[in-house]
């Protein structure tokens, strides 16, 4: 546990720190470039009223400096590590301009370089303020409940799991946990996205950062500081902007060896201008001209500001990416196949029909089975009661009740001997099997369902059929993926072939397409077998033994509020919500991040390219080329930083 809090707290101290840090680089950048201008404005103006040399030189000696102070320090840093960078050719560029009489052309390059790289440094940091804030949705302190009853007011990192806390209406959830006592709505959006608050009642699981609506809770800890949803999230995203996607690793390649390149080009230019018969003064010019024009600055920074920015638009949402390669990915899929249990469907068995097979009413034959499995742990004992509370049926006492093993429960109402069960006890209780209640339960199980069967001595009173039913937002979301160009779902199951296909059939799903009876080991194989005929899976899952499989996808998607851990550190997405939804929309969000960086790439290569051109074979100015140079870069930069607003 303790090396749980201090991995908690040590990312936390280190992104604050590192927020901190820019912030304050920022804020001297921009400082640096407001001198900048005063010093080039000052420089204009003293040229124009024709005031001495002396006094216009100091003037633009003061924008050199202040405009590349960062520039060249940047610079210097990266000349130690044995590389080349772009800022290396915007203080070249500069001191050429200078070198040939034209340093109020300098001192712009040197203004407008300063200035993009200050509002570069002010837009990139709202990605990592995004999820900063993620952290202060977490209390530092929570009401502890004392075993007499009072409270102590603790640090959260002091709370062990089983420990309970108390939380009252208004009030931000301090841990993860289950629900001891009360019930009540709790806002979630801030963790999962949902819209609306969501009824809680005693057993269900929440969460830290949420917030409590309207009862007093008293909830169990689950999990300690560090390993709650919360803590989670934190690391999550902060390795996911620590991890370069394809696009963004291609993109720095290409920079530092670009810089070589253009260096390079540009001194061979030079000479070939002056071997041609241009005047010394005008080469100069348009090599460093050449240098602002050809700099890589908007290719370089296109792919990270459209990367950091949906990641962290997904996740306020509760949608976290493990980096921009998993975003690249899984805009890129066709195929998604699919766990059942607690992916498509809800994962929690609920009775679906209640049938009788006597002259009793559905009502009574609630009555007897909800009383007979009062007291069970069963989960279909739990679906019984659930149903019995939501339609009023109140319960009422047995005596002598007793478990029969894998086959049900007998016990004693009002006077006679009832039962409840599957075939086995039926059978045990010597009942008439007639063609009706053979056709009732052959009819409920080739759907897929369970059946609990109600009766007394050897009559059969009645069925209750039993299932796990699909999410609601199943259909929808599975017709969204499809109009977003997937064109191939799957579903792969531990469950029985009957139960695999009734689900499928009422999904939509190609019956070839559907898989049951499946061990984790198999799941993996198909997986393997859909990615070897040059399909892009992406495997949807959230248990235990969908780690494997997820880990083997081309994209794994793990759902996380009712999903395993191992299941999320295997997956590269990870939904928080048990809205499926969430899926197409992430999906969504991805193939808009890539459109936005293929956009990016081109209109970056282009524009350079045109410039190159123009200098090369015309006579570009180099105020121009500066403005041209910077205000791409800065256009690609709010292109990316428009994925910030997109909702997911």
Known sequence: MCAMIVTMETVAEKMFAEIEAERKEVKNKAILTGFSLLGLVAGVIFQVKDYSVGLIAVAFIVA??????????????????????????????????????????????LFLFSLAGTLEGYAMGNTKRAVAALMKLR????????EDGSTTRVRV??????QKVIVRPGERLSVDGVIEAGEGAIDQSSVTGESVPVDKVLGDIVFAGTVNQNAVLTIKVTKTAGQS???????????????????????????????????VGSVLALVTFIIIGMPASEAFYKMATLLVVASPCAIVI??????????????????????GAAIEDFGTINAIAFDKTGTLTEGKMRVTEVFSLSDLSQTEVVSIAVALEAH?????????????????VAIRETFNTEAVPGKGIVGDLDGQSYWAGNRALMTQQSCEITETISQTLNQFETMGKTTMIIGK?????????????????AVDTLATLRKQGVTRFIMLTGDTEIVAHTIGDQLGLVKEDVYGALLPEDKVKQVQLINSDGSKIAFVGDGVNDAAALATAHIGVAMGVGGSDVAIEAADVTLLSDDLSKLAQAHALAKKAN???????????????????????????????VIGHEGGTLLVVANGLRLLFTKV
């Open 595 to 625: 459109r936005i960086i293929k956009q990016n790439l081109v209109f970056a290569v282009g524009i350079m390219s045109l410039m190159v051109m123009v200098t090369i074979f015309g006579d570009l100015p180099l105020p121009l080329g």
């Open 64 to 109: 050199y400096l202040t405009g590349g102070i960062p520039a060249t320090i940047q610079a210097i840093e990266t000349l130690k590590k044995k590389s080349l960078d772009i800022n290396l050719l915007m203080i070249l560029a500069a001191l050429a301009a200078a070198g040939v009489g034209e340093a109020r052309d300098g001192a712009i390059l």
């Open 457 to 473: 001595g050897t009559e059969v009173l009645g069925v209750v059929a039993i299932a796990d039913t699909i999410r609601t937002t």
């Open 229 to 263: 949803t919360i803590a989670r999230m934190i690391e999550l995203v902060t390795e996911a902007q620590e991890q370069r996607s394809p696009s963004e690793r291609f993109s720095n390649w290409f920079g530092q060896r670009y810089t070589i390149a253009v260096l």
């Open 376 to 392: 069970s742990e069963h989960p279909l004992a739990h679906s019984i009661r659930t149903y019995a509370e939501n339609v009023g």
């Open 302 to 323: 296109s792919v990270p500001a459209a990367v950091l920015s949906a990641i962290a638009a997904a996740a306020r949402t509760g949608v976290l990416f493990k980096g």
């Open 139 to 146: 209390p530092d302190e929570a009401n502890m409940l004392n």
């Open 157 to 162: 990192e002091a709370l062990l799991i089983d």
